[in-house]
């Protein structure tokens, strides 16, 4: 009696032990479980910070190029071609001369305009004086003026678009300049529409367009453009999908925190 006594009493013991070091292990994996979560948090985190600053100043240098294209590139060519304007033209000048006078204000003219029109894109003046919708509506005056492609705006926010912060509106800017771009080179499309609405405390953007479509593999592979846009989306916590629907064109809807 007492030998199965304790023979039981050893069997218990030894149960007992093995309950406490799978407490213990559990304990320790639940631990390291949290701190790995902690670890990846952080990760996320500083990832999203180095987005951010790597956006700020890309954004930067770009304004900082085109201020120094339109005020000291284009001051430049205005003063030359000032110069040209100075010798002046008679009967007895030589044709030839005359010519290439004329050749070379023209070519002045399409560098100043180019030129500023590259400023322009670098750092838009209608996004910094009047905000993100009158910068939104002046792109689609020029792609509806080119009578190419139709560009529709559908805003269901009432005033949110002319609400947004600063870094918000730069980033949704440049992202659908570069959707647009990619519809212009790739999709064929005749029309795109872009559609606000607000959801909670949240802003949704669906930018859509009648075009080819986007591949699959373009999709698990993503190109510069892309890449771009999901860089410039993160900057701000937001976040984007694109639709399955090859029949449909291409269709992006980016969801971003208010």
């Avoid at 009158?134 to 792609?143: F, G, S």
């Avoid at 519809?183 to 064929?188: E, R, S």
């Amino acid at each position: 009696m007492s030998s199965t006594f304790v023979v039981i009493t050893a069997m218990l013991f030894s149960l007992f032990i093995v309950v406490i070091m799978i407490f213990f292990y559990l304990r320790y994996q639940n631990r390291l479980s949290s701190e790995q979560l902690k670890i990846q948090e952080q990760e996320i985190d500083y990832q999203k910070k180095l987005i951010q600053v790597t956006v700020q100043s890309q954004e930067a240098e770009r304004k900082r190029i085109g201020q120094e294209l339109h005020d000291n590139v284009g001051t430049a060519l205005s003063r030359l071609r000032l110069v040209l304007e100075g010798f002046h033209t008679d009967e007895q000048q030589d044709e030839r001369k005359k010519l290439l006078q004329q050749s070379g204000k023209q070519i002045i003219d399409t560098v100043v305009n180019d030129v500023r029109n590259i400023s322009h894109q670098l750092s838009p003046t209608i996004l910094s004086l009047l905000g993100f919708e009158e910068a939104l509506l002046e792109i689609a005056d020029q792609l509806n003026a080119a009578g190419k492609l139709q560009f529709n705006i559908e805003n269901e926010t009432a005033n949110l678009l002319v609400q947004l912060p600063e870094q918000t509106s730069i980033a949704l800017y440049r992202t659908i300049q570069e959707l647009i771009s990619n519809t212009i080179k790739h999709a064929n499309a005749t029309r795109i529409t872009v559609t606000f609405k607000q959801q909670s405390t949240d802003l949704l953007m669906t930018y859509a367009d009648n075009g080819t479509g986007i591949a699959k593999a373009e999709k698990s592979r993503p190109g510069m453009g892309l890449k771009n846009i999901a860089s410039r989306i993160i900057s701000v916590n937001g976040t984007f999908t694109m639709a399955d629907e090859q029949t449909k064109g291409f269709v992006m809807h980016i969801t971003l925190p208010l």
